[in-house]
């Protein structure tokens, strides 16, 4: 290494001891001390490379001619033998770092970071949690936090957290940063992947990471309702019966709220949550409505109208029998305040022998997921057995032989 490398190596390992005695809380008088061999590690034996001695030594006078450090030499000898830290000149070695190497030290980083956590302390649930996440984090040396993205990370979760408007993802954006492609561009994935977190929110295969926005009433754009069967939607003026379109209906979700009511004229209401089994699924006399997945916000809007309007009908849920569609189905209940029965997604299914090919073994992660489920008497049957026999199974070829049994 040459003397500029030496120069770092010993601030570094100066600082990263004092950092953890800092973080361990632990108070001595003792001095924060580096030994030559700790930089170069040869440098007490007898065959130690004497230009690189030189250069550490050159490194340490340096450094020590700066008012960084102060160094004890061993009697009748030019060799170092400890190098302490002055830890009242901190402020000026962490000036020194970022004009020399363009560095900040964790220690600085760490005062930047509680500050701006400290800004946000009487705010939402979910800004909280994110700041105590930081900020366990931040005790780790090796933990290399951006002080400016951990900021923009709390304005659009403070922003989520009391907004009341449906907005677009670019709206959002423009509004907390100043740019409508800021969000996108920078820290989209990263605050929906701790949203998810936060809300207790598990990602499926198929579904996209910001399906977690919509319950802050932010959608990347303009989502639709999608239907089909014995249904009637009245807006002001104007019925649509839905029944007259075999292929069903998609309504947008601003047109949700004009809705003056919904009729089922089906004895019971099913939703369904791949697209392939809806659009296999008839409508006829049923009324059936596609999900997607976990249902969002204004899908969870929409049903709840529906149930309003229609207290006695019955409700189904019909998805993919594994650990996902059961998650789906308790999300979908208890955001709409209404017990939806299962539909075809029990051992009846895994039994039936047309479906045997189909059958898929269940992974670790649905394993791990599993366990914390099957205390909800609602699906602890079901995931017995499929524990027990490791198995699981997709919607889609029920919903091909429900197509074909009643052809």
Known sequence: MNNKDYKRTIIDGLLKKYDNRRLKNINTNRRVMLKPAEAYKDYAKNNAEILEKQCLNEAVSELAGMGFITAEYLKFSDDIEKIYLLEEKLDRIYEYLKEEYGVIPHSSLSKQVHKIVKEYTDTGEIVQKYCESILAQIESPKYAPVPERIEANLKMFRFLEENKENLYVREASVLVYGDSKWFEENNYEEVCTFLRTAVGMTREESERNDAVLGFFHIVPTEQEILIKGDWEIEWDGYVLEISKLPGGLA?????????????????????????????????????????????????????????????????????????????????????????????????????????????????????????????????????????????????????????????
Do not use: W
């Open 251 to 407: 309504i947008a979700s601003g047109d949700i709220q004009s809705i003056k009511c919904i009729t089922v004229n089906a004895s019971a209401v099913m939703t369904i949550e791949n697209k392939t089994s809806y659009q296999r699924m008839k409508g006829g006399k049923s009324a059936v409505m596609y999900l997607g997945g976990f249902a969002s916000r204004p899908q969870i809007d929409f049903l709840k109208k529906v149930i309003s309007d229609n207290p006695d009908v019955i409700y189904r849920h019909f998805g993919d029998i594994d650990i996902g569609g059961f998650l789906i189905h308790k999300h979908l209940c208890r955001e709409t305040s209404k017990d939806f029965e299962l539909y075809c997604m029990g051992i009846q299914q895994l039994k039936d022998e047309r479906f045997s090919n189909c059958l898929r073994g269940l992974t670790d992660k649905d394993i791990s997921r599993l366990e914390t489920l099957a205390e909800d008497v609602s699906y602890s049957e079901i995931l017995k057995y499929m524990k027990e026999h490791n198995v699981k199974l997709e919607q889609e070829i029920v919903s091909y032989y429900l197509y074909i049994d009643k052809e």
